[in-house]
């Protein structure tokens, strides 16, 4: 079954990833074994702020993981519709309403520290939308060792390494 | 006071608001504004600028000259503290410690220890500590900036220190900075080239180093030794390594603030903006106290010995460097002074007030809780540092020294020791903090040579090691933490380069994705 989602639009596809892989774990054999798109709700503001001077204001772009509600600022990115295998989807666990709050506050947080200003900045929602990064999962064998798996980020090319699931507490992890 | 001075200080904060103003009306799409806010980095260079005018608050101006002024080359071991320290804490917990708390979602580090160490008690303590020595150190910067004002402007030390009191409380409030990524990177240069003109003339006018040793041989030549003034702390090994350790080992007690960016390309700048940071401090963070030493000859009746390196720049400067040199200077205080005080501010509304008083804050009356701590210590700091203003070396000494002795062993052990629990790590920071607080305010460092941060930090070190031990049947660390502990500090088969290279901003879709796909697995 097949379905439409919004997907951040990357440039490192299967081969990409495993060349990647196989530049920093020599003596390893990588191979993808699937591509799994995770949920992120975007939301891009335009914040004000006032200062002695006037009001300031810009643009900035927030993401916020819809498995662990960890909001991020995120560079702009370009949106594409595509089909991809339902299975290949990780489900939101929160709402949109929640990851506007939550969104909301981060984006409040980050002008604050980087602004160095206790200010309640006035944010506008100028668009919104459940987007979805692609992951490769790679898994790397050798003939002498037990493999392992590495996930790769679909966009940036950034990896990290996967283990075997652990028995998982639930951190707080929201804003 | 230099008219041409006051012309050049005046035409430099003139040139800062006309960069901010015309940063301002070039609006929203300014992307340089956008890169800061998202905490992307704007090239290598100008990222480890804008964090070395971070780390260059009034202590360095201020208060390591002075330290140099009087006691010589023993001045160095601080330094050597200094250099070491950003160092030490990157290997020692800064990978992991990076790792575990983006595992946690935690953004700051009192979070990060409440997640570690889970009980509300952990983020009480830990909380109140920061907002009373973070307020002390602030407190050191309004003496640095009084000081500062008076010596620039002329003006009697009670007013300049309201002015410039006034001038950081209103930039905190309003936020005073229109283009952070500009001006901090414009000040930053300014600042840097100042202190090396400074060094240099003050190198040039007593005939270099060698000259400059001899000459203070004559003065008194226990300031060449490594024992400070009189030899006063020969052979006092107790007082040495405390000299090392208060910036070393303290660098970790400070809170941080960690914000997440998502790049949509490899990002390759912040490993080379680290680089190029440590390497700047390794060249600068000695630059003061060497000031400080040549003023000995230079300045051999200074009657404030803070004012060391402002006096040096005056008498050696031309007129016109002097005001620009200054007024960068002053900047850098006023601009730690504000990051201290919106930390300050932060950390007393989200992890008191929010965490214990009010859960269902809105972010308007959590930065009105801010703005009301940050006035409050506005008033007590004016009062202090005008009816008895500490040395701004002993302020920063003090807080530094509790901060270290308070949080490093539970920071430390909480990424290398899976047994370190929340009630060692509670009576750690307690023990840490009130020793260190009695050794300083009780003046038992003379008479033990010993110094706080070093009894301090024995302290609270085998206090979370004792109560850890001792409490494991009744409090064992969370199936959790252990599993998200041996998580970071994985490596099983994965070769060491990949580790070392993976990208730990994607740690928590990680956990989530690996949990999925074990999911998946057991379905099959």
């Avoid at chain 2, 030794?225 to 660098?251: M, N, P, R």
């Avoid at chain 2, 997440?260 to 630059?287: D, E, I």
């Avoid at chain 2, 400067?317 to 900047?331: D, S």
């Avoid at chain 2, 850890?468 to 409090?475: G, K, V």
Wanted: proline share 5%.
């Amino acid at each position: 079954m097949t379905r439409s989602l919004a997907r951040i639009r990357g440039s490192i596809g299967r081969e990409r990833a495993e060349m990647l892989i196989a530049s920093v774990a020599g003596g390893w054999t990588p191979r993808t074994e699937a591509c799994l798109f995770y949920p992120y709700f975007w939301f891009l503001f335009r914040c004000s702020t006032r200062t002695l001077f006037g009001e300031t204001g810009l643009k900035v772009s927030c993401l916020i993981d819809a498995q662990t509600k960890v909001g991020a600022t995120a560079d702009a990115f370009e949106l594409e519709h595509v089909g991809v295998p339902a299975g290949d989807v990780i489900e939101p666990r929160l709402d949109e309403a929640e990851a506007n709050r939550l969104a909301e506050r981060y984006v409040a947080y980050v002008v604050r520290n980087r602004r160095k200003a206790l200010v309640v900045p006035k944010l506008e929602v100028l668009e919104h939308a459940l987007v979805f990064k692609p992951f490769w999962i790679v898994n790397c064998t050798n003939d002498s060792k037990p493999d392992f798996r590495v996930m790769v980020d679909g966009i940036t090319g950034g990896f990290h390494a996967l283990a075997p699931p652990a028995p998982l507490g639930s951190f707080n992890l929201s804003f | 006071m230099n008219t041409t001075v006051i012309l050049f200080l005046v035409l430099y904060y003139m040139v800062m608001v006309g960069v901010g103003v015309w940063a301002m009306r070039r609006g929203a799409s300014d992307d340089l504004e956008g890169y800061l806010l998202g905490g992307r980095n704007v090239g290598p260079m100008v990222t480890a600028l804008t964090l070395q005018s971070t780390s260059m608050s009034g202590y360095m101006f201020l208060g390591a000259g002075s330290l140099a002024y009087t006691q010589g080359y023993w001045a160095f071991w601080y330094a050597a503290g200094d250099i070491g320290g950003g160092v030490l804490n990157l290997s020692v917990i800064g990978r992991r410690m990076r790792k575990l708390s983006r595992m946690m979602g935690s953004l700051t580090a009192i979070e990060y220890l409440e997640n570690r160490y889970p009980s509300p008690a952990t983020r009480l303590i830990a909380a109140s500590l920061s907002v009373f020595l973070l307020s002390a150190y602030v407190l050191a910067q309004f003496i640095a900036g009084g000081k500062g004002m008076a010596l620039i402007t002329g003006l009697p030390y009670s007013v300049a220190l309201l002015i410039a009191l006034a001038v950081i409380i209103v930039y905190t409030f309003l936020g005073g900075y229109l283009a952070v990524a500009y001006t901090d990177f414009f000040q930053s240069l300014i600042m840097i080239v100042g202190v090396a003109w400074v060094l240099g003339a003050a190198l040039i006018h007593v005939g270099g180093l060698s000259a400059a040793n001899a000459a203070i041989a004559e003065i008194d030549p226990t300031l060449l030794s490594v024992w400070g003034k009189d030899l006063g702390y020969h052979g006092q090994w107790g007082i040495v390594v405390g000299a090392v350790l208060v910036f070393s080992i303290g660098l970790m007690g400070w809170p941080h603030v960690v914000t997440r960016h998502m790049a949509m390309k490899q990002p390759t700048t912040a490993r080379r903006a680290g680089a190029y940071a440590t390497a700047w401090n390794l060249l600068f963070v000695s630059s003061p106290y060497l000031v400080g030493v040549l003023a000995i000859i230079i300045l051999p009746n200074l009657e404030d010995p803070e004012m060391a390196i402002f006096q040096v720049a005056y008498t050696l400067l031309p007129a016109a460097v002097t005001g620009i040199v200054m007024a960068a200077i002053m900047a850098a205080i006023m601009s730690t002074a504000d990051s201290l005080l919106l930390q300050t501010g932060s950390i007393a509304s989200r992890d008191l007030y929010e965490r214990f008083i009010n859960p269902k804050a809105s972010d308007r009356e959590m930065v009105m809780v801010s703005r009301g701590l940050v006035f409050a210590i506005g008033v007590a700091g004016y009062v202090i540092a005008l009816v008895q203003p500490p040395a701004v070396f002993d302020v920063v000494i003090f807080a530094t020294s509790i901060l270290s002795s308070a949080f490093a062993p539970a920071f430390v052990c909480a990424v290398w020791w899976k047994k370190a629990n929340t009630p060692g790590a509670i009576a750690s920071m307690v023990t840490g903090a009130s020793t260190s607080f009695v050794w300083e305010v009780g003046n038992l460092a003379d008479a033990t040579t010993l110094a706080p941060v070093t009894v301090g930090l024995l302290a609270s070190t085998l206090i979370i090691i004792v109560v850890s031990l001792a409490t494991q049947s009744i409090s064992p660390v969370p199936g959790h933490i252990v599993a998200v502990l041996e998580e970071t500090a994985k490596v099983g088969p994965i070769p060491k380069h990949l580790l070392s290279a993976s990208d730990f901003a994607l740690s928590p879709e990680a956990e989530q994705i690996e949990s999925i796909l074990g999911q998946r697995r057991e379905e099959r």
